[in-house]
């Protein structure tokens, strides 16, 4: 028997039986009822190793359906020259959307945020920070500095209703974007958010978004680097 934690042996038996082929693509696994008495362990030990899994992008649960072999592309996807509601996106791919809004405040500027949306230092600034999930799998968690002057009405809506997104693209009409991405080590606080296990990739993406001439917005965006990919397309002459 393995000195490794129990977890990790199932997880291992898993993986295992993924990569021998025996479960193939979109084969729906045994049971966590059936892991418990097969491994003789608590429901809890079974679930720790599905949910690291699913997190690494291994499996994938369907709700009241059961939980799925996944395959090695089958990412969520967003491109990286546009930007799109995520709540539409999600719906297009034939999944599920929901959210859960952490935070929506005031605050007053601090320097790094004066200088990434353009105000005074201490201007009265609004903030959001908000989980975006795909069939209740985190995707996205969204934080996000807004110039009240621009949109004065943006603490008063239900984020749980509409996406930022939607609400700033409807009231202040997008006509320039600014995008960075890079791959971090996610802090706890984003890897608690998004369920990453510990060693798992984390994608940023640093936006702003301009209405005419006006710098409306600043956001990070972060992404499971196992479950999220952004593309983007060029045409050449």
């Avoid at 798992?200 to 702003?208: A, I, K, T």
Wanted: aromatic share 8%.
């Amino acid at each position: 028997m393995s000195d490794s934690p129990l977890y990790l042996q199932i997880k291992r038996y898993i993986v295992d039986q993924i990569d021998s082929g025996h479960w193939p693509v979109g084969h729906r696994i045994t049971t966590e009822l059936a892991l418990t008495e097969q491994f003789n362990v608590s429901r809890m030990t079974v679930n720790k190793a599905i949910r690291d899994l699913v997190s690494e992008g291994r499996l994938l649960r369907r709700p009241r359906l059961g939980t799925f072999v996944c395959a090695p592309d089958d990412k969520a996807e967003s491109p990286l020259l546009d930007i799109r509601n995520i709540a539409s996106e999600v719906a297009q791919r034939g999944k599920t959307y929901s959210s859960k809004v952490i935070k929506q405040i005031a605050l007053n500027a601090d320097d790094s945020v004066a200088m990434k949306l353009g105000v005074m230092l201490g201007s009265q600034i609004f903030y959001s920070e908000i989980i975006h999930f795909e069939d209740k799998s985190p995707i996205q968690l969204e934080m996000r500095w807004v110039n009240a002057n621009y949109a004065p009405n943006y603490l008063e809506q239900d984020f749980s209703e509409i996406t930022p997104n939607q609400y700033l693209s409807e009231n202040c009409p997008l006509s320039a974007i600014e995008h960075t991405v890079e791959a971090i080590v996610a802090s706890d606080a984003v890897r608690s958010a998004l369920r990453l296990a510990v060693n798992e990739p984390c994608l940023l993406l640093n936006r702003r978004t301009w209405s005419e001439d006006k710098l409306v917005s600043t956001a990070l965006l972060y992404h499971p680097g196992t479950r999220y990919k952004l593309s983007s397309k060029v045409l050449l002459d």
